[in-house]
């Protein structure tokens, strides 16, 4: 029988050199399917010493109390952590860790992209090549597949954290005309890329992008309401790549239907999978992606790696690497 100390993984799939650096110091126990049920994944943490977890997971009160006193940490491959209980967790002595900083350049290329796809419509334009549209224009007309451009636009950023602030580096070469950006404070390195504070409704109000990358907290769920939608452009573009949580999902396909916005790109959703035939899913000018932000090899890998690490330094009373509490 083992004498080290066990943890439980809850998806089997993760990058193998995560799941040896976890072997080398505990008994890890890895879940046997990709979803568990609930009463599963309630038996599977009894006794453990360390939870690694996903946004998947909801980390609460009654899985604490299933998991028992052992547990001692709780880490999730993920930078947001909506889906773990801080207070549940801070008032049993629990650790919470998580992963800033390694996705910061993913999130923020596939904000790019997304941005792209919707206002130059190429999820669209590439079904008219196999649909017969582009046919049935005859090869070519001047206003066809046509979108707004980034060059001379103003884009604004709800939530000017890491990603926020990368997005915008990246946008910069497409000759942005002007940044805004609200939330809790002014962001000091936000001159650099010359970037205004103003309250959110002057964001919404002037603003031809608005792309959100805020956490989603009591303040933020919500947010982008009937009201929200309503003060923005009819031209504008919404992105949102924080939590699907964020947006009133029925305001925002009234938004898209009657025109108070011109498109949106969405890798949040709410609830996540998206059923296949959510209204949203029926719109051509709203396009959604499978939450995959972070998607690239190297940063899940990354991802994995730095939970492990924070697992490990967590259960041997070290100085964990991305501590939340």
């Not at 990709?34 to 453990?48: H, Q, T």
């Not at 005309?177 to 205004?196: T, V």
């Not at 573009?237 to 939590?243: C, D, G, K, Q, W």
Request: charged share 25%.
């Amino acid at each position: 029988m083992s004498t080290l100390r066990p943890i439980f993984i809850s998806r089997p799939d993760v990058p193998e050199a995560a799941v040896k650096m976890l072997r080398d110091s505990f008994d890890v126990a890895l879940s046997p399917q990709v979803v568990l049920e609930r009463k599963d994944f309630l038996g599977s943490v009894a006794g453990k010493h360390g939870l690694f977890c996903f946004t998947s997971d909801t980390i609460d009160e009654e899985l604490l109390q299933a998991a028992g006193p052992e547990l001692k940490v709780v880490c999730t491959m993920s930078v947001g952590y909506d889906h773990i209980d801080i207070e549940a967790c801070k008032k049993r002595g629990i650790q919470v860790g998580n992963t800033p900083d390694v996705l910061t350049d993913a999130v923020a290329e596939l904000t790019v992209a997304l941005l792209l796809a919707t206002s130059r419509r190429l999820i669209e334009a590439s079904q008219e090549v196999t649909n017969g549209g582009w046919r049935r224009i005859n090869k070519w007309s001047p206003m066809y597949m046509t979108g707004p451009q980034l060059k001379g636009s103003t884009v604004g950023v709800v939530g000017l954290g890491r990603i926020g602030f990368a997005v915008c580096q990246r946008l910069k070469p497409f000759r942005v005309n002007k940044f805004l950006y609200s939330g809790r404070s002014a962001k000091p390195y936000a001159s650099e890329i010359d970037a205004e504070y103003v309250p959110f409704e002057d964001l919404l109000r002037n603003s031809d992008f608005v792309i959100v990358t805020c956490a989603l907290t009591k303040e933020t769920k919500g947010l982008f309401d009937a009201k929200a939608f309503g003060q923005m452009k009819s031209n504008a573009i919404f992105i949102n790549i924080s939590r699907g949580a964020v947006v009133d999902q029925d305001a925002l396909y009234e938004a898209l239907v009657l025109g108070k916005i011109h498109a949106a790109g969405l890798d949040v959703t709410t609830p996540e999978p998206l059923p296949e035939d959510h209204p949203l899913t029926k719109l051509k000018n709203c396009v959604i992606l499978p939450h995959i932000a972070s998607a690239t090899k190297e940063t899940r890998s990354e991802m994995a790696m730095l939970t492990a690490k924070n697992l490990i330094t967590g259960l041997k009373g070290l100085e964990m690497p991305a501590k939340l509490c």
